[in-house]
């Protein structure tokens, strides 16, 4: 078997998934969430195909990817942990949460530890008002943090 360069190989697993989305109505989204679950990110190399097939500008495509958090234009950890940073939860000590998880795992915001194990993110509201203060790991919410449930998610994350 013969390989094909990185971004050909993009370019043209890109290609399908753009061809199998571009008749609905409004493909751009959709398009991006098929990519991003193809490669864990939208390549760079993406981009144009996407433009191209679409009839829009590469800078209206990238615009796009980085208007939205939930894009990302590198490959996220094994694990994805989210920290509201919303009004309430800042309320109940997010602020405090957030520094110790960074403190945990060495690493900030928009970033992935070095063994690729999580990568480290804010967001604004996952609807769990109520139980402040709130992350997401993975897909599942989890609320009311304390320490004990910031050992046990970096346990997770670790192991």
């Known amino acids: 078997m013969i390989m094909q ?6 370019a043209s697993r890109t290609a399908a998934i753009v061809q199998e989305l571009k008749g609905l ?27 191209e097939a679409l009839n829009i ?9 980085t208007f939205y ?10 694990h994805v942990l989210k920290v509201c940073q919303a009004e309430a939860c800042q309320s109940m000590g997010s602020d405090v949460i957030a ?10 915001f928009h970033e992935t530890a070095r063994d690729g194990s999580v990568t480290l993110e804010p ?10 203060p ?13 320490d004990e449930k910031l050992d046990e998610i970096v346990a997770e994350v670790r192991s």
Not at 5 to 10: F, L, Y
Not at 30 to 43: D, N, R, S, T, Y
Not at 123 to 132: Q, W
Not at 134 to 146: K, P
Request: with cysteine; hydrophobic share 40%; proline share 7%.
């Open 57 to 65: 500008s590469r800078a209206e495509v990238h615009g796009v990817v």
């Open 99 to 108: 520094a110790k998880l960074k403190q945990l795992l060495g690493i900030g």
């Open 134 to 146: 709130s992350a997401m790991l993975d897909g599942a919410v989890i609320g009311r943090l304390d």
């Open 5 to 10: 360069p990185a971004s050909t190989e993009i």
């Open 69 to 78: 958090h939930d894009y990302r234009s590198e490959p996220a950890g094994r």
């Open 123 to 132: 967001v604004y509201c996952l609807g769990l008002c109520a139980c402040a």
């Open 25 to 51: 109505e409004g493909p751009l989204l959709p398009i991006l969430h098929g990519i991003q679950e193809e490669f864990g990110h939208v390549p760079h190399d993406a981009l144009p195909v996407i433009a």
